[in-house]
């Protein structure tokens, strides 16, 4: 019943009455962004939701759009600025997914959103972290945040899938809000460390190269 129903039914709620509330700081920010990186103000990338199906995140950029001589962008070391770290270190550049979750692609808890390109290289196990929407926080956020590395990551996935529950989702809430503000797990990533999953391990699931590759992939910065 949770699950079908009343965690879409909080999801829409909280995050409509969130909006609301933070709505003066969401127009502060985006006058920020504006002034400061460039336009356009938010960041558009295809990840992948509930039953293995793209959609679009939002978030606030937290680049410039600096380019060189020739017109190419520059690296993005050269084009992140103290503001865009301290927008992603305070994790407000992730406020605008409220939208998502309104819409339906994510929920407020659940496993994050990865890219389209990993589909195939999921174990069928892991794969199950795409039977319930993506969320904004997770299991694997408050255990270690974006410090897990992958194999961690996924076991945290699953067990939320298979554990999901009112009470459960009410916990990671909770303790997602002293990780932020503490600023907690913050740092390189170790997944950087290991490189992307396409990089590290072997196709498990040959059957969805093509859908993959068939998927429009597209960013927007």
């Known amino acids: 019943m949770y699950a079908r129903y009343i965690k879409r039914f ?7 009455c969130g909006l609301l509330v933070i709505s003066p700081l969401l127009l502060t920010l985006c006058f920020l962004v504006r ?6 103000i938010f960041f558009r990338q295809q990840r992948i939701g509930k039953d293995e199906k793209p959609f679009m995140m939002i978030k606030f950029r937290t680049m410039t759009d600096a380019r060189d001589k020739d017109g190419k ?23 605008p997914e409220l939208f998502n979750v309104i819409k339906g692609d994510m929920s407020l808890v659940g496993p994050r959103p990865l890219y389209p390109i990993y589909l195939p290289y999921y174990t069928e196990e892991e794969a199950k972290r795409h039977k319930v929407r993506g969320g904004i926080t997770g299991l694997a956020q408050i255990n270690g945040r974006a410090l897990c ?19 459960n989702d009410v916990k990671i809430l909770w303790r997602t809000f002293f990780k932020v503000a503490a ?21 498990q699931r040959p059957d969805l190269v093509e859908k993959v590759k068939n998927m429009n992939c597209r960013s927007n910065i």
């Open 73 to 95: 962008l520059l690296p993005d070391t050269e084009r992140f600025t103290k503001f865009g770290n301290f927008l992603r270190n305070s994790s407000l550049d992730e406020l």
């Open 183 to 203: 600023k907690e797990d913050i740092g390189t990533p170790s997944v950087t460390d290991e490189g992307g999953l396409h990089i590290i391990r072997e196709i």
């Open 10 to 16: 909080l999801d829409i709620t909280i995050s409509f």
């Open 35 to 40: 002034s400061k990186l460039g336009s356009p």
């Open 149 to 167: 590395r992958w194999k961690e990551r996924f076991s945290y996935d699953v067990k939320y899938v298979d554990e999901l529950s009112f009470k």
